[in-house]
């Protein structure tokens, strides 16, 4: 079973920057489709940023300030997030969907952001 541990998260100051990491327990991120989700207590868990086969593709909301990237050397996946607002406040969870049949799909436990204004 893949295993992917999320970290980084922390109470930053509006306008402030994060790295969150998400590392993998095996070497999947290269035959995956790999992303960042957040949610909160009131929204459901939505798309902050996604690599596909294809494409990368940010919401709208944070397009300019994250990005997201990747260090299949390391199994890693990061979200740089710069700009940070008060609405970015959420628990942040990185998904990987793989290239196989049934295209399984792993999820973190998440890592906390806090931004104050």
């Known amino acids: 079973q893949v295993q992917l541990v999320e970290s980084g998260g922390a109470l930053v100051q509006a306008g402030g920057s994060l790295i969150l990491s998400c590392t993998a327990s095996e070497n999947i991120f290269g035959v995956s489709d790999v992303g960042w989700y957040r949610q909160t207590p009131r929204k459901k868990r939505e798309l902050v940023a996604r690599i596909t086969s294809s494409d990368i593709e940010y919401k709208d909301s944070v397009r300019g300030r994250f990005t997201i990237s990747l260090d299949n050397d390391v199994n890693t996946m990061y979200l740089q997030m710069n700009g940070l607002k008060p609405e970015d406040t959420a628990t942040y969870l990185c998904?990987?969907?793989?290239?196989?049949?049934?295209?399984?799909?792993?999820w973190g436990q998440g890592t906390h952001v806090t931004v104050s204004s």
């Open positions: 998904n990987a969907e793989l290239y196989v049949p049934g295209r399984p799909k792993f």
